[in-house]
């Protein structure tokens, strides 16, 4: 991935940097920080001491902060470090269930809710003193909650339009479920990043034998939601597509969804190939391993899992259950929400690390540079297939 050149971090840096990890972030931003760090030690040496680099190049970028919650629920944020002329970089993860609170005598986890009335209190603990703030939630807050088509509310417009009010300038999140809630806040920036070149590099590096062309390696979309997703990665691999139609019983709901009825496969045949199936979160996961049945039942051979997002609501009882009749091969997820240690023991499972490439989005936006060849990985995957003699 492009990183800052010694003549381009010539540019001024909007202020200087700080990284706030919220509650559950605190590894990810480790490492997101240990690259900066890492980076900034070789980048500009001659402008360092200057009024216009002022704390360029620190051992680390991240502001000390503490979450409180009282007895009753209720909290507050202090901000422990100066922040006054930063730019700040809030780091969020609003689907981190590990971390609890005492209320009432109670452990309580923490919802997504209060993830997100806690990043509120930070944003309102920072304005007025923070040159800029920013954002990054890998996992968009209520981002399946997108669209209206009833009497229903709109939470991730209404989240989305709460942070651009209370001062955040940027919002960074990766493969967003529908990407137009964007269209809530025309008028701040809205980065939704496809990590594509990490989900594929962790797939050739981790199968061996993986044959990359079009008899011998498929791309399947769970359903018509993912096919924008399925249709890019197909053609920077060069394979063909295939995908799944869910039929819905519309006389009924449950779980506030109409179920489904059954999934029909629609596409080439997957005979004798083998198969990634692309979406950008796992939730239960039984509607994603009936798709793998359903594939096995047509021939197809191994079955490789890759989505954004891993959530496992209902525990991995059921995937190890699947995995150990032959229904995948390996599920690769990336860690942008919480991992528990048992999911990263699992043999079938590979994590995908996205810290890097973050930390190459704070890098770069703090000197307000242009994002446009971080978000395009045609070149980086061309190069990677190339070098594993897949292309």
Known sequence: MPRITAQEVQTIPYGPLGIIAMPG???????????????????????????????YHRDSYKIATSVVRFGSGE????????????????????????????????????????????LKRVISAASSKA??????????????QHK???????????????LTALGVENIITFDAHDKRVQNAIPHKSFENVMPAYQQIKA??????DL????????????????????????????????????????????????????????????????????????SSGESMLEVARKLKELGAKRIFI???????????????????????????TTNGVYQTLELMGRKWYQSVDLSKYTAYFIDTINHDLSVSSLLD????????LISKGLK
Not at 203 to 208: C, E, H, K, N, Q
Not at 213 to 223: E, G, T
Not at 308 to 328: I, P, Q, R, S
Not at 377 to 384: G, P, T, V, W
């Open 377 to 384: 990985s045609s070149d980086k995957i061309e190069k990677l």
């Open 148 to 162: 209206r088509s009833s009497r229903e509310s709109l939470d991730c417009a209404m989240a989305l339009q709460e």
């Open 211 to 282: 044959q990359v062309d079009a008899n011998h390696l498929m791309v399947i979309s769970p359903d018509e939601g993912a096919m924008h997703r399925a249709i890019y990665l197909a053609t920077q691999l060069g394979i063909n597509i295939g995908m799944f139609y869910k039929r819905r019983d519309y006389t009924r709901v449950v779980n506030g969804r109409n179920p489904i009825v059954a999934h029909q496969y629609l596409g080439e045949t997957v005979e004798n190939k083998d198969i990634i199936i692309i979406d950008d979160m796992i």
């Open 75 to 118: 909290g507050k944020v202090v901000i422990n470090d100066t922040i006054r002329g930063y730019d700040l970089y809030i780091i969020t993860d609003c689907f981190n269930y590990s971390v609890t609170y005492n209320m009432y005598g109670m452990q309580v986890p923490k919802s997504p809710d209060d993830h997100f009335a806690d």
């Open 25 to 55: 972030c605190e590894a990810l931003a480790d490492k997101i920080d240990a690259y900066i760090v890492k980076w900034r030690e070789q980048q500009a040496e001659e402008h360092k001491n200057t009024i216009a680099f002022y704390g």
């Open 203 to 208: 797939i050739v590096t981790s199968v061996d």
């Open 306 to 332: 890759s989505t954004t997002f891993g959530l496992f609501c209902n525990g991995l009882e059921v995937f190890d259950k699947a995995y150990e009749e032959g229904v995948f091969t390996k599920l690769f």
């Open 131 to 144: 040159k800029r703030i920013n954002v990054i939630m890998p996992m968009l807050y209520e981002g399946r």
